[in-house]
């Protein structure tokens, strides 16, 4: 079966743009969750998303954003980028309840650099 | 504070030896402990899991103890092979039904 898929790969933005990244969870998966990982501060929880609703929120500021639609594919979105959020981005799925038990999938990410 | 620590930053290890890699953790209960590996470039890889009533969980060359008294994980890959080289991360759940949290991950090499 199809893994979870991130679009875009890569993405070059300006300081002060927003930008929209999205994750496609794994058919039959209806828990998304995002991290952001740097060099310097590892791999970061944003937030997890289950049936449309955020679950979970880790501790970013409010230009971080996310939602999940119907179809359980998530977008989530920063706005007014400071060269600070340049990291790769990560969404990972799970099945309703099993991700403790049986582990996360992640994407390959977005790497997003901000000049 | 809550902290997740592991031994080292980078490990390198001779082909054919065993690889011991530790996670250390204070001021979390978990119930469940993942281990993923990472490669450059690429979203970590679910390897195993450990929950707190089990004290190890074996899968092919990988073995993961868990010790709630400790507070300590350890993954041992045996037989190392180049091909084992990676980061590997500790991940466990922050409160129950909440997120997983990561350790700062140790990146292995094998030698040849």
């Known amino acids: 079966k199809a893994g979870v898929t991130q679009t875009p790969r890569y993405l070059i933005k300006t300081r002060g743009q927003q930008v929209t990244l999205s994750c496609s969870p794994i058919?039959?998966?209806?828990?998304v969750s995002w991290y952001q990982q740097t060099p310097g501060q590892g791999l970061q929880f944003l937030f997890e998303?289950?049936?449309?609703?955020?679950?979970n929120k880790g501790n970013f500021p409010g230009r971080f954003s996310g939602r999940q639609f119907s179809n359980s594919r998530s977008e989530m979105n920063v706005s007014t980028l400071e060269l600070g959020d340049s990291a790769l981005y990560l969404c990972?799925?799970?099945?309703?309840?099993?991700?403790?038990?049986?582990?996360?999938?992640f994407g390959s990410g977005t790497r997003l650099t901000v000049v | 504070s809550q902290k997740i620590e592991q031994n080292s930053e980078a490990l390198n290890i001779q082909e054919g030896k065993t690889a011991t890699l530790t996670c250390n953790y204070t001021n979390y209960s978990p119930a469940y402990l993942q281990w993923y590996r990472q490669d450059p470039g690429r979203g970590p890889v679910f390897l195993l899991l450990?929950?707190?009533?089990?004290k190890e969980k074996r899968k092919e060359r990988l073995k993961v103890t868990f010790d709630t008294t400790l507070k300590q994980s350890l993954f041992h890959i045996t037989a190392s092979q180049p091909a084992d080289s990676a980061t590997y991360l500790c991940?466990?759940?922050?409160?129950?039904?909440?997120?997983?949290?990561f350790g700062p991950g140790t990146r292995l090499s094998v030698l040849p």
């Open positions: 990972a799925s799970s099945a309703p309840g099993t991700g403790r038990q049986d582990g996360y999938t």
């Open positions: 991940a466990l759940e922050r409160n129950y039904g909440q997120n997983f949290v």
């Open positions: 058919s039959g998966h209806r828990s």
């Open positions: 998303y289950f049936s449309e609703t955020q679950r």
């Open positions: 450990i929950r707190e009533n089990e």
